[in-house]
């Protein structure tokens, strides 16, 4: 298996931008996770679905920040307008059963200049 | 409101000696504990877990300690290894069986192995 597949790697943007960053999970797992790092509040838990049905957006900063999971193979996470303040690392996780370890992607560097 | 704290920033290490990182939770829903070790440009990797009903599980060099009434948990990895050098996030979950999946995480520990 691949692993959890995030793109793009770095993401350069200027402020005011649509930025979109896409999830592929493990095939076969059944809940997915967004994940904000940075120095200041480590690692956040923005969303996560099951099933490919939002359970908890509590950690979505603000409205212009949202997440689709149109079908178990792929999630996209949006901004709009971005800003400086959104710099950081994107990660992507899945998890297949309940209790255990999720599997993180490599992350998305955000940069928004 | 950091619900999962790891208080040491950074921690460094002689080859061969024992690495202990430390890990306080405040929040008592916590039944489900974890560890994840994270390398520059990767994502945070499992690493090693215990559930609330043990006080520890060890697994080869790396051994994970509970105490409830403390709410505070450690990794032991022994003997320290150059390459165990990393970010070591300790993670927590309530209720792992129901639908409120979700893990919160520590900042992070930085860990360097010196040769």
């Known amino acids: 298996d691949a692993g959890v597949i995030q793109s793009p790697r770095h993401e350069v943007t200027e402020m005011g931008q649509e930025v979109t960053l896409r999830c592929k999970p493990i095939s076969g797992h059944n809940s997915l996770f967004w994940y904000r790092q940075t120095m200041m509040r480590g690692l956040e838990l923005l969303i996560y679905f099951n099933n490919n049905v939002p359970i908890d957006d509590s950690g979505m900063p603000e409205d212009r920040f949202s997440a689709k999971m149109p079908n178990a193979s792929f999630s996209t996470l949006k901004i709009q307008p971005s800003e400086p303040r959104d710099s950081a690392v994107y990660f992507c996780?899945?998890?297949?059963?309940?209790?255990?370890?999720?599997?993180f992607g490599s992350g998305t560097r955000l940069t928004v200049v | 409101d950091q619900q999962v704290k790891q208080n040491s920033p950074s921690l460094s290490v002689q080859e061969g000696r024992i690495s202990i990182l430390n890990c306080d939770y405040t929040n008592s829903m916590f039944d489900y504990f974890l560890w994840y070790k994270k390398y520059p440009a990767e994502g945070p990797t499992f690493l090693i877990s215990i559930s609330s009903i043990k006080d520890k599980n060890e697994d080869g060099r790396f051994t994970v300690f509970l105490n409830k009434s403390a709410k505070h948990l450690s990794l032991h990895i022994v003997p320290s290894q150059p390459g165990d050098s990393a970010v070591y996030f300790c993670a927590a979950s309530a209720g792992s069986g129901g639908s409120n999946y979700k893990l919160t995480f520590g900042k992070g520990t930085l860990l360097t192995v010196n040769p």
């Open positions: 996780a899945s998890s297949l059963r309940q209790g255990g370890g999720y599997t």
